[in-house]
């Protein structure tokens, strides 16, 4: 599926490749957010997608794009087009939508205006970069199911993504290959702690989670020891602030008691003692 003019096939990084393993063969994609097109250029070249529609609100990234496209030789197969969020977009022209590379309250944005063209695709491959808690909130409460997560850790941020697919337009056949807990309600503290960690992730074992929440308790810790030293008043009133979200890491640890992890088995992503390593982009606090 490549036209003349081709070059070599692209290599993605481990992020990206997370979001290409989660798109179900035969779909067209549409990815919104682009960026360089490298993502839809290797959906193609693979034969994962027959083709893909590529857009992006900014200019430069939607001219290195078309550019990186061409050089793949993919003209014929890879659409370009500038959009902001899903506003250009024609209903049911894709089946997959691809998001990726941007917080968490834009990707929100992004679905919220584009709601009813969101509900008619097959599937959502989404990977917010921070405000994942909230996000994953916002996909319940606006009838999604998260039905896969995956995350990976990449220049010293932790990565999560998730597909999820619109409960309303799900076949009953579909639903019997989901797994068994998509769906299933939760008391309001369990739901607390798969909004704030993903409910797959967790029930799955996943080690990239167990190192970042390894990560993310070490930092608190040594946060609250600090604030405590300093004895302020707004140092002393965030302290109940680290007391609940060190219950909640410790509620997440023990869904991964006696699965014999260690530090070896979860590839040595637990960034730097002390640094605040989180979700994408590093500015925001939540997995």
């Known amino acids: 599926m490549?036209?003349?003019?081709?070059?070599?096939?692209?290599?993605?990084?481990?992020?990206?490749?997370?979001?290409?393993?989660?798109?179900?063969?035969?779909?067209?994609?549409?990815?919104?957010?682009?960026?360089?097109?490298?993502?839809?250029?290797?959906?193609?070249?693979?034969?994962?997608?027959?083709?893909a529609l590529a857009m992006d609100v900014r200019e430069g990234p939607l001219k290195s794009a078309e550019e990186h496209i061409r050089r793949a030789g993919l003209g014929g197969y890879i659409e370009i087009r500038m959009s902001d969020g899903l506003a250009e977009y024609g209903m049911e022209e894709a089946d997959t939508l691809v998001c990726a590379g941007m917080g968490g309250r834009l990707m929100e944005r992004i679905l919220t205006e584009g709601l009813e063209k969101a509900k008619r695709m097959r599937e959502l491959i989404l990977q917010p970069q921070s405000e994942l808690p909230q996000f994953r909130r916002f996909l319940r409460e606006a009838g999604f199911w998260v039905v896969h997560?995956?995350?990976?850790?990449?220049?010293?941020?932790?990565?999560?993504?998730?597909?999820?697919?619109?409960?309303?337009?799900?076949?009953?056949?579909?639903?019997?290959?989901?797994?068994?807990?998509?769906?299933?309600?939760?008391?309001?503290?369990?739901?607390?702690?798969?909004?704030?960690?993903?409910?797959?992730?967790?029930?799955?074992?996943?080690?990239?989670?167990?190192?970042?929440?390894?990560?993310?308790?070490?930092?608190?810790?040594?946060?609250?020891?600090?604030?405590?030293?300093?004895?302020?008043?707004?140092?002393?009133?965030?302290?109940?602030?680290?007391?609940?979200?060190?219950?909640?890491?410790?509620?997440?640890?023990?869904?991964?008691?006696?699965?014999?992890?260690?530090?070896?088995?979860?590839?040595n992503h637990t960034g730097i003692k002390g640094r605040r390593d989180s979700a994408g982009s590093g500015s925001g606090d939540d997995a």
């Open 2 to 51: 490549k036209e003349s003019g081709q070059e070599r096939a692209a290599i993605l990084s481990k992020r990206l490749q997370m979001l290409a393993d989660m798109v179900t063969p035969g779909n067209r994609v549409v990815d919104v957010g682009c960026d360089h097109g490298f993502l839809d250029i290797y959906l193609v070249q693979q034969g994962i997608c027959p083709g």
């Open 149 to 267: 997560e995956d995350a990976v850790f990449e220049d010293g941020k932790y990565y999560f993504a998730m597909k999820a697919l619109f409960a309303g337009r799900q076949e009953c056949s579909l639903r019997e290959t989901l797994p068994e807990t998509v769906g299933r309600g939760a008391s309001p503290k369990e739901q607390k702690l798969y909004d704030s960690f993903g409910r797959l992730l967790l029930e799955g074992g996943h080690p990239v989670l167990l190192a970042y929440l390894r990560q993310r308790e070490r930092y608190i810790r040594e946060l609250r020891a600090s604030m405590a030293e300093a004895g302020t008043r707004k140092a002393q009133g965030r302290l109940g602030e680290f007391e609940g979200e060190l219950a909640d890491i410790g509620r997440a640890l023990s869904f991964f008691e006696g699965k014999g992890y260690d530090e070896q088995h979860c590839g």
